[in-house]
C-alpha cells in the first residue's frame, strides 16, 4: 500500500525505518507518546508492533517519506486499548518541522482512511501541552470532544469530521 | 505466507484469532524465563511485534496449531539488538508433555538454515528454564558456555548446521 503526495511517499514501515525510529524515541520528542526510552527490547517491540498491525488488522502507520528518506510516520491505527481508531503522526526531527510535511501526510492518511478502509470513526490522543499536534489537529478540522473516552490519563480527544456524514450545504 | 506441517502439527504466522491463547501463556507463571508476566498491553504488543518481525525480516515466529487449535509458539528471530538469528519456542497449557516444542522446532530449524548463512542457529535459554534446555537437547544443540550479551541470565545454546 503505497499513498503519494506532492512531495511525499507514504508506504508501510519497513526496516529501514528503525534505526531513525529508536533514535526518536530515545529521544525528548517522544515524551508525548511514553518516551524518551532507550530499553531495546521495548523500543523494537514497540517498532515491530506498527508492522504487525498491517498484518493483524489490514492497516497501520505509514513511513513518511521525503526524497528517500523517512521523516517520520503517519496514519490510522487501532492498537489494543484505543477506544477508537486513532489518525497517529510523529516527526522524528525537529529540523523537518516547519514545512508542513506532516499536515500534507496526514490529509492523504484521512483520504486514505474515510475512503478504501472504510473506517467508522477517526479521532487523534493528544497531550494537551503537545501545542504543535493540538494546531495540526485543528488545522486538519479536528476538533476537541472532552466527552470521548480516551486510552490513558493525560490526553484528551480530536475527532476528525466524518466527510461521508457532513452536511456540505451548511 | 509460509506454513510448515509436521506430523501432528501445522505452523504458520500469528492470525489475530491466535491472540487468546497467546496473552493467556504471558499472563501465566509459564513466562517467568522469557521476560516475566505480561498484562494485556504487554501481551498485545509482543504478539503484533512478531505477526511484524515477518514483515519487517521475511521470517519470524509461528502459531503451532494441533488439531484442537493453537498449542504453542515457534519460530526464528533476529531483532537488531541481537548478535545472532534465533530460534525459540513456548508451549501452551494445551500442548504440555506431547513433545510437540521439539517437533516444531524441528521443522522451524529445517526451514530456516535456507534463510541465512550462519554456521550456527542458537537459542537464547535462561540459565533456569530446564524444560526448554531439554528440548534444545533433543534437538542437538549444545551448551556454549557463552552468555546472551543483549540478557546475560541467558545461555546460549547452539545449532550447528547441518552438513
Known amino acids: 500500500m503505497i499513498l503519494r503526495t506532492e ?15 529508536a533514535a526518536f524515541l530515545a529521544s525528548d520528542r517522544s515524551r508525548f507518546m511514553g518516551g524518551p526510552g532507550t530499553d531495546r527490547d521495548a523500543s523494537w517491540r514497540a517498532f515491530a508492533h506498527l508492522a504487525g498491525l498491517w498484518h493483524l488488522k489490514g492497516y497501520g502507520p505509514f513511513a513518511v517519506r521525503l526524497d528517500g528518506r523517512t521523516v517520520g510516520l503517519a496514519g490510522a491505527w487501532a492498537p489494543m486499548g484505543l477506544p477508537e481508531p486513532e489518525m497517529a503522526w510523529a516527526i522524528w526531527d525537529a529540523a523537518d518541522e516547519g514545512r508542513g510535511l506532516m ?15 472504510r473506517l467508522p470513526s477517526l479521532v487523534s490522543y493528544i497531550d494537551p501541552a503537545n501545542l504543535r499536534s493540538v494546531r495540526l489537529a485543528e488545522r486538519l478540522g479536528a476538533r476537541r470532544e472532552p466527552g470521548a473516552p480516551v486510552p490513558e490519563d493525560g490526553v484528551m480527544a480530536w475527532r476528525h ?10 | 505466507m509460509t506454513v510448515l506441517t509436521t506430523e501432528r502439527l501445522t505452523l504458520r504466522p500469528p492470525e489475530p484469532g491466535d491472540f487468546e491463547p497467546f496473552r493467556a501463556f504471558y499472563a501465566s507463571d509459564a513466562a517467568r524465563y522469557i521476560g516475566g508476566r505480561k498484562d494485556l498491553a504487554e501481551a498485545w504488543r509482543l504478539f503484533a511485534a512478531d505477526a511484524g518481525h515477518w514483515a519487517l525480516k521475511g521470517f519470524g515466529w509461528f502459531t503451532v496449531l494441533d488439531a484442537g487449535g493453537p498449542v504453542g509458539s515457534t519460530g526464528v528471530h533476529h531483532p537488531p539488538h541481537h548478535a545472532e538469528i534465533e530460534v525459540g519456542w513456548n508451549t501452551y497449557e494445551a500442548g504440555q508433555g506431547k513433545g510437540y516444542a521439539t517437533e516444531a522446532a524441528r521443522a522451524v530449524l529445517d526451514w530456516a538454515w535456507g534463510l541465512t548463512d550462519a554456521a550456527r542457529i542458537v537459542s ?6 530446564e524444560a526448554s534446555q531439554a528440548v534444545a ?12 550479551a543483549h540478557d546475560p541470565d541467558c545461555a546460549i545454546w547452539a545449532h550447528r548446521r547441518p552438513a
Request: aromatic share 6%; hydrophobic share 40%; charged share 30%.
Open chain 2, 137 to 148: 537437547r533433543k534437538l542437538g544443540a549444545t551448551d556454549t558456555g557463552e552468555r546472551a
Open chain 1, 161 to 170: 469530521p466524518d466527510p461521508r456524514s457532513e452536511d456540505v450545504a451548511a
Open chain 1, 7 to 21: 512531495r511525499l511517499t507514504l508506504r508501510p514501515v519497513a526496516m529501514e525505518d528503525w534505526p531513525g525510529f
Open chain 1, 103 to 117: 499536515a500534507e501526510a496526514v490529509r492523504a492518511c484521512l483520504d486514505h482512511a474515510w475512503g478504501p478502509l
Open chain 2, 124 to 129: 537464547y535459554i535462561d540459565a533456569g528454564n
